[in-house]
């Protein structure tokens, strides 16, 4: 099976639940525009919305390489949250596993996201934000091929 996301360009619609320690769980909402260019550099442009909720937006701007072939890849990323990130994934067969960790942060945060393949139009996504060693977010939904 060929993975869509990440490894194609297109236009991707999440929907959700966030969850932030002793919080109830709030709906998101997003959307994710992948592009390539040449050289096996890639860019992502991902906007989080949280409907009817007093949370403000998260926006992520990802910049990465990934030579043919390959199944491993990095990435640098500028979140709207945690400032400078860095990051590595992994292809496997099934799924996109991505972890991260933000630069000279003395909270140590960090962060993991996998998103395993339904079908070529469809994946879910979970993702969480450490601080530390604990939890302090995580995410859950459904991301779309429009």
Same mark, same amino acid.
């Given at each position: 099976m060929a993975h869509?996301?990440?490894?194609e360009? @297109?236009k991707w619609?999440?929907? !959700? ?9 709030i709906a998101?909402r ?7 260019s040449? %050289?096996n550099w890639?860019?992502?442009?991902t906007?989080?919305e949280?409907? %009817?909720g007093?949370?403000?937006e998260?926006t992520?701007?990802?910049?990465g390489h990934?030579n043919d !072939?390959?199944r491993q890849?990095?990435?640098?990323l500028?979140h709207s949250?945690? @400032?400078?990130?860095?990051?590595? @994934?992994?292809i ?5 596993v991505?972890?991260y960790w933000?630069?000279g942060?003395k909270q140590?945060?960090? !962060?993991?996201?996998?998103l ?8 879910c996504?979970s993702? @969480? ?5 604990y939890?302090s977010?995580?995410?859950d !939904?459904?991301l779309e091929l429009r």
């Amino acid at each position: 099976m060929a993975h869509t996301f990440l490894l194609e360009p @297109g236009k991707w619609v999440l929907d !959700g639940n966030w969850l932030e320690r002793n919080n109830s769980p709030i709906a998101v909402r997003g959307r994710i525009l992948v592009a390539w260019s040449q %050289g096996n550099w890639y860019s992502m442009v991902t906007k989080l919305e949280f409907p %009817g909720g007093d949370r403000d937006e998260i926006t992520f701007q990802y910049r990465g390489h990934l030579n043919d !072939g390959e199944r491993q890849y990095t990435f640098v990323l500028q979140h709207s949250e945690l @400032g400078k990130v860095e990051g590595e @994934g992994w292809i496997t067969p099934e799924s996109i596993v991505q972890r991260y960790w933000v630069l000279g942060d003395k909270q140590r945060r960090s !962060g993991f996201e996998t998103l395993h393949r339904i079908d070529d139009r469809r994946y879910c996504v979970s993702s @969480g934000i450490l601080a530390g060693h604990y939890l302090s977010s995580a995410m859950d !939904g459904v991301l779309e091929l429009r």
